[in-house]
């Protein structure tokens, strides 16, 4: 059964930092992009930070580029959002998510076979 289960998330105030931590469990996804998500109160989940399998490409959100940098150890199955800079549009449920058979990420949620339950993010001002 494969699991993603995400960790890191709290309570932090604005400028502070944050390392959210994705893991996979039930297979391996060390050959395929991973990506993380993210889903406000009332809005629509969207996109944050995706990367490839060798973790030579990533992609951002303009509203994070500069400020997030995503990561991954497929040593350990592991996919890292480092996020700095915090503000409190950054408040959401961030979600881990992978692809299934792509080397590469995606902006689109609809590319992605496997999600994590997702783990809360809060930034005071």
């Known amino acids: 059964q494969v699991q993603l289960v995400e960790s890191g998330g709290g309570l932090v105030q604005a400028g502070g930092s944050l390392t959210l931590s994705c893991a996979a469990s039930?297979?391996?996804?060390?050959?395929?992009?991973m990506g993380w998500f993210r889903q406000a109160p009332g809005a629509e989940r969207e996109f944050v930070a995706a990367?490839?399998?060798?973790?030579?490409?990533?992609i951002y959100a303009d509203s994070v580029k500069g400020r997030f940098t995503i990561s991954r150890d497929n040593a350990k199955n592991t996919v890292y959002l480092q996020m700095n800079s915090l503000k409190p549009e950054d408040t959401a449920v961030y979600y881990c998510?992978?692809?299934?058979?792509?080397?590469?990420?995606?902006?689109?949620?609809?590319?992605?076979?496997?999600w994590g339950q997702g783990t809360q993010v809060t930034v005071s001002s």
């Open positions: 998510a992978a692809r299934f058979g792509y080397y590469s990420g995606s902006y689109y949620l609809a590319d992605y076979d496997y």
């Open positions: 039930g297979r391996t996804f060390s050959n395929e992009g």
């Open positions: 990367i490839s399998w060798s973790g030579a490409h990533t």
